[in-house]
């Protein structure tokens, strides 16, 4: 083999072995360094596995319970072997709620973790094109435009100000006033001549009224014995 073939061959070599390690150093980068959402992920499937095995412990522990029930004193061997069993169980159960607590624990620590971690990205690019904005804006020409919305303002103001004002001759407001009194005066003695007369005789007095009420009914009574006394 040449001296040049030699050369590309140990260069060749070298390209190769020196991506096959960049190859493996990023998957053990990628294997070490997990997503916080494949992290999550991952912590709910253990939690949902070691679901499972507390409902199995648990029917194991029932299982050996009855078992123990059924020997009794009469097969104590396997009574106590039972029990055994059962502590056993109820050991691993423990240890289960405790692995449990601690990952649920984790999990919601990494989704909070997350979601600020969202919250203030977002808040950042919000930070961002805001300024972005601002940058285009020119205070000067701010200015000038609030000044020309003051004046088409003022200008619009007085449009419709003279718009609004009353056309023709106007009049003076205490001379209508004294025709409007001379107007009342004429019509007042035409409103009295429509009122009926008041009768000019004396009107009977309730004394009188009485007295004549009281006369009548004497008689009656008058004509009543007269009456009695013809019929005997």
């Given at each position: 083999?040449s ?9 060749s ?8 390690s ?8 990628s ?9 999550i ?21 029932d ?12 097969n ?18 423990t240890?289960i709620?405790?692995t449990?607590?601690?990952i649920?624990?984790?999990r ?7 979601m600020n ?18 940058q285009?804006?020119d ?22 100000d ?5 056309f023709g001759?106007?009049?003076?407001e ?17 409103a009295?001549?429509?009122l ?26 008058a ?10």
């Amino acid at each position: 083999m040449s001296k040049i073939s030699k050369m590309f061959s140990g260069s060749s070599s070298k390209s190769s072995s020196s991506s096959s390690s960049s190859s493996s150093k990023s998957k053990h980068r990628s294997r070490a360094e997990p997503s916080s959402r494949e992290a999550i992920h991952k912590l709910r499937d253990t939690e949902a596995m070691l679901t499972k095995k507390q409902e199995y412990l648990e029917r194991k522990i029932d299982e050996e319970i009855a078992i123990a029930k059924k020997n009794g004193t009469r097969n104590k061997r396997a009574a106590l072997q039972a029990l055994k069993r059962k502590k056993r169980y109820e050991q691993q159960l423990t240890q289960i709620d405790g692995t449990l607590s601690t990952i649920e624990f984790q999990r919601e620590a990494l989704e909070n973790t997350t979601m600020n971690t969202e919250v203030l990205m977002n808040m950042g690019y919000a930070a961002k094109a805001m300024k972005k904005v601002h940058q285009k804006i020119d205070m000067d020409k701010i200015d000038t435009l609030m000044d020309d919305i003051q004046e088409q303002r003022d200008l619009s103001r007085e449009i419709n100000d003279a718009i609004s004002r009353p056309f023709g001759d106007e009049f003076d407001e205490d001379e209508l006033l004294a025709e409007l009194a001379e107007l009342e005066m004429e019509e007042s003695p035409k409103a009295m001549a429509k009122l009926p007369s008041v009768p000019s005789g004396r009107l009977p007095s309730d004394r009188s009224r009485h007295r004549t009420h009281s006369k009548k009914r004497v008689e009656d009574d008058a004509d009543m014995k007269r009456l009695a006394s013809w019929a005997v």
